[in-house]
């Protein structure tokens, strides 16, 4: 016993000696450790470091030594993952970059934007999408005001949801068996020949485990073909965009600003001889056989119609209405912008497709005018003389002449408007021109780089104004002319306007405000080609029979409009049968070649359900615009 008490006391003493020398070791480290962390500026640490060694008895150097290998190793998997995935990227993948200010960008984000999986991912950038002037919207989810008559569109836009699509960064995905890795990265670079020296740039990658990159094109032709099955019987608009093109140098870019159904060549008021015309002119031009056929003959491959007439005859009309027969794009070109350079306008007609419509609106007002050759005899043009192109005197100068024959000094008060512009362009310094001239236009048009295989459209007013250069032959190969609506034509529009089969009515419900129209779309086929017509048909509301008692004014033509809804006739107030007979009646109101289209069309919109009405008001309304001509006003008594 005593032995074993003697070896007891020498092995606790033992113990207790080893801990205490422990216990000093380790307070000796942690005061080490904390002396060294304020030298190398983590103070804040030192606490933390104390309160693992001393409280909770665990050795820091072995948490630092654990710490420092779970670095190390992180780094050296990073590195290791790096060099395997870049081997494997140059060997065993294919790769397309596609950069923003190119179509296929907008096609690509289209596609994102309609896929669950991308949508769904944990990385997402927001946009704000709002529909389109064209797009077919549901009336129920229309609200109406406390009347109940009106419709009411202040919370349209909180109604409309967000778009998504992946954000900055790399993503993937499952496209027929294979994966892609999409990898979206934006930077900043400096803009050649921009106001603004740097301007974003965005690049997407598009890879895939792939030697041949055939996958990736079969994607995109893919999302090229998803992308234009739903611009089936649309026209896309296209003006200059602000941006530059590295491929052609300069505002090379055509931004997309409007897509809206295509418009029939019937709804155009024009001879019919003329329009089968142009559609033969631009068909036969089109051919796929044409350009073999101008080459052999070394005739330059390009086609240019003139369209003048009054205002409101219809000749963007018609430009529209061609582009929706042959599926072409139109891109507006509008030559008064001060941005737009000669330069510039060489970019935008190099970077245009095969085939498209060029549309140069108002060619007239641009002033593209060669100046005018100096004077020999030294006469003052702005006091009269001959006219530079017909050689007509001017009034000023036949007011400045004698009987006798002898040339007196004018009054101080005799001149005249053309008088003082033409002194204004003569005081003009020609240094001070911006814009594009005229010589830049027709270098533009045909000049030895232009582009060819477009149709080039121009419309005026006053094609007497225009430069004989710009409409020689081989600029403009077929002029149209458009006048006003003849009695015929008058009647066509009459029956036009109210034929069109309206969208179906809800029946059964005599509440207020339940009963809307909407845009009917009506398919139809034109030398071929796939068209739409576009009826307009206003929302409209009827009221409850003896609910006069409400916080807004009711139109009183509400109530004959809900008489009419139930019938077959499309809410009008006369049986379809009666539409031809009140359509002549009509037309021979109208004064023939005195309105132009434009003018009658606004004067039946405003009564589009009220064929009879517009018959009875059409002599008061004719009589109104008479009178103002007449009286050369622009305010109308009668509309």
């Excluded at 890879?207 to 055939?214: E, M």
């Excluded at 060029?358 to 004077?375: F, K, Y």
């Excluded at 009506?522 to 008692?549: D, F, H, I, Q, R």
Aim: charged content about 25%; some cysteine.
């Amino acid at each position: 016993m005593a032995y074993g008490a003697a070896f007891h006391d020498l092995f606790t003493g033992n113990m207790s000696r080893g801990a205490s020398n422990a216990t000093i070791t380790d307070q000796g480290h942690v005061r080490m450790v904390e002396n060294i962390l304020p030298l190398l500026g983590l103070r804040g640490i030192s606490p933390l470091y104390g309160f693992i060694g001393s409280w909770l008895g665990l050795e820091p150097s072995l948490l630092l030594t654990a710490l420092g290998v779970i670095w190390a190793f992180n780094k050296l998997s990073r590195q290791l993952y790096s060099f395997v995935y870049s081997i494997v990227a140059q060997y065993f993948m294919s790769s397309v970059h596609i950069r923003n200010p190119d179509d296929i960008y907008t096609h690509l984000m289209k596609w994102l934007a309609t896929q669950p999986r991308l949508v769904n991912s944990r990385s997402l950038m927001a946009e704000t999408s709002s529909k389109e002037a064209w797009e077919d919207e549901d009336a129920s989810n229309v609200t109406r005001d406390k009347s109940g008559f009106y419709l009411n569109f202040s919370h349209q836009e909180a109604k409309s949801p967000a778009q998504y699509v992946p954000a900055i960064g790399l993503h993937g995905f499952w496209w027929r068996g294979h994966y892609f890795t999409l990898t979206r990265k934006r930077e900043m670079v400096f803009a050649e020949g921009s106001s603004r020296a740097f301007r974003e740039h965005e690049d997407i990658t598009i890879s895939c485990f792939w030697r041949s990159p055939q996958p990736i094109k079969q994607f995109l032709a893919h999302i090229k073909e998803v992308y234009y099955s739903n611009h089936q019987a649309r026209t896309i608009v296209k003006r200059p965009s602000r941006l530059s093109n590295p491929r052609y140098g300069g505002r090379g870019n055509w931004l997309q600003v409007a897509n809206r159904p295509v418009r029939d060549i019937r709804t155009v008021v024009l001879d019919e001889h003329q329009k089968l015309k142009v559609l033969a002119d631009i068909n036969e031009y089109l051919h796929p056989e044409t350009p073999r056929w101008y080459a052999n003959r070394g005739i330059p491959l390009r086609r240019g119609y003139l369209f003048h007439g009054p205002p409101g005859t219809g000749k963007t009309s018609l430009s529209f209405a061609l582009a929706g027969i042959f599926g072409l794009d139109i891109h507006v070109i509008s030559l008064l912008e001060p941005s737009l350079t000669e330069e510039d306008l060489g970019a935008l007609f190099a970077s245009l497709p095969r085939r498209c419509i060029v549309l140069l609106e108002d060619i007239d007002t641009a002033g593209l005018r060669r100046p005018a050759p100096a004077n020999p005899e030294g006469e003052d043009e702005a006091g009269g003389g001959k006219h530079p192109r017909s050689g007509r005197i001017t009034r000023s100068h036949a007011a400045a002449t004698t009987t006798n024959g002898n040339t007196a000094p004018p009054p101080p008060h005799d001149w005249n408007v053309n008088d003082l512009a033409k002194a204004l362009k003569r005081d003009d310094k020609p240094e001070q021109r911006v814009g594009i001239s005229l010589s830049g236009l027709l270098n533009a048009i045909d000049g030895v780089a232009s582009h060819e295989g477009r149709v080039l459209i121009m419309t005026t007013n006053l094609p007497n104004q225009l430069d004989d250069a710009l409409i020689r032959p081989g600029r403009i190969d077929l002029q149209v002319a458009f006048t006003n609506a003849t009695r015929d034509q008058a009647r066509e529009l009459f029956i036009r306007m109210y034929e069109g089969d309206p969208r179906p009515r809800r029946r059964g419900s005599k509440e207020a405000g339940e009963k809307a129209g909407g845009t009917t779309t009506v398919a139809t086929t034109t030398n071929g080609a796939a068209t739409s017509k576009p009826e307009a048909a206003a929302s409209t509301a009827a009221a409850e029979k003896g609910s006069a008692e409400t916080s807004s004014p009711v139109p009183s033509n509400l109530a004959a409009i809900e008489t009419n809804d139930d019938d077959d006739d499309g809410g009008l107030d006369i049986p379809m049968s009666e539409l031809p007979e009140v359509a002549r009646r009509f037309g021979l109101k109208v004064p023939d070649g005195e309105l132009s289209p434009a003018q009658i069309q606004g004067y039946l919109l405003k009564r589009k359900k009220h064929p009879r009405k517009a018959l009875e008001e059409a002599d008061a309304w004719v009589e109104g615009l008479q009178k103002q001509k007449v009286l050369r006003t622009n305010v109308i008594e009668v509309q």
